[in-house]
């Protein structure tokens, strides 16, 4: 099926896209944006693995892969109809936080072999470029020019983020919750105490902002979950998060948004630096 849309795509020409310039604020490193919209994700691709156990949904392929589609999906359409630049900054933060991380040296703790249960940095950030592009190529032209996501992907990315649209609509369908349906279940957000050093301003930024209070809240109402269920922050020695079946909680560590923080430092380089890999759709001059 692939060779085949290949072989009619050499003999049409590429059309001329009129949106292969990003916004300026799309390139613009900023670090309490960068902190907050990738605690935003973590949150989300979480809650997808919360969403997978808590309703029984069925997963074809990788769970980390379909938590972090449902981590996209849900992060792109909270906004709204707003799909400003500010919009799409957000969603580069998202997926620049995995170049940064493909890029980073890694103690071999960390590291990610591919023998795991989650995909390759590398994959994941190509993943979700692929998924901002297709969500509208024909204005999002900029965005496979600045990730440098190959033209081979990007051809069938509305395809992709399609597919991943539907799968949401899908779960909306069989577990939403009905208008008018009696309260159900809720999430309930819990801030232990913590000895975060440089990340307590940005944990007063976050609680100030109530963007998690706003997460759990909106998958409370969108969901009938089976059970009460926690998320939790907390300090846990390292820069992690998971959801908990047994613990029937989601939690996220505090220690990640100084990782994020910190890794915001070097994202002005990354954006300056060429492109990782050469896009064929982009002939930009
Ligand atoms: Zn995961």
Known sequence: MQGLLCLTLLATPVP????????????RSD????VAVNVEFTLLHEMGHL????????????????????GFISLFLSSGRQRDAGFYAKLLDVADYWRLEWQRPKPASEEVYVWG??????QRFYNLACLIYGSDPDRLE??????????????????????VRKALAWVELQHGRRPGEADGHVIRVVYEPTSL?????????LRRSGEVEAIARRASETYRLPRDLVLRLANCGA???????????????????EHFQTLAAQLPDLRQAKAPARCALCASP
Request: net charge negative; aromatic share 8%.
């Open 31 to 34: 670090t309490a944006r960068f």
């Open 197 to 205: 050093r440089s990340g307590q301003y940005l944990l007063e930024q």
């Open 51 to 70: 969403l997978i156990a808590e309703l029984g949904l069925p997963v074809l392929g990788r769970e980390e892969d379909a938590a972090d589609q449902l």
């Open 142 to 163: 900029w965005v496979p020019k600045v990730t440098g996501l190959p033209v081979e992907r990007a051809l069938y990315c509305d395809q992709e983020y399609a597919q």
């Open 239 to 257: 820069p992690d998060a998971w959801y908990s079946r047994t613990g029937a909680e989601l939690v996220l560590c505090y220690e990640r948004l």
């Open 16 to 27: 001329l896209m009129s949106s292969d310039e990003p916004p300026p604020a799309a390139l």
């Open 117 to 122: 249960s989650h995909g390759l940095d590398a």
